[in-house]
């Protein structure tokens, strides 16, 4: 019996702008609920952040922002590797069986400059 299970990107938001950084904040990424939905990921989930403008990449886990806003702020301690205008990937993982894995499909989200979905694959 194979009970192997292989980590998939589960959901990435590709190259969302992020709109503020609050060092003050204990952490997370707060992130439009708009975009959640559309990329199936949820609050509380963590996410992994790679910052396409300067090269940093952290963990965090997710808060819901203001709907229809397009927020994507960086809070607490990893306000140090992003700011305001910088682009980032936000990405989602899973943990699925081998056999799931051979067929499986992530949700790709990518926005526009306001953070607005321009489209979504599944």
Request: net charge negative.
């Amino acid at each position: 019996m194979d009970t192997m299970t292989i980590s998939v990107l589960q959901a990435k938001i590709h190259r969302a702008t992020v709109t503020d950084a609050n060092l003050a904040y204990e952490g997370s990424i707060t992130i439009d609920p708009i975009l959640l939905e559309a990329s199936g990921l949820v609050a509380f989930q963590q996410v992994h952040v790679y910052n396409i403008t300067n090269g940093n990449r952290f963990e965090t886990y997710i808060i819901t922002g203001t709907p229809g806003a397009g927020e994507i702020t960086i809070n607490g301690a990893a306000a140090h590797l992003a700011g305001a205008g910088d682009k980032v990937i936000i990405a989602a993982y899973a943990q699925v069986s081998a056999a799931a894995a051979q067929d499986w499909e992530p949700t790709l989200v990518f926005v526009d400059d306001q953070n607005r979905q321009k489209s979504l694959t599944h």
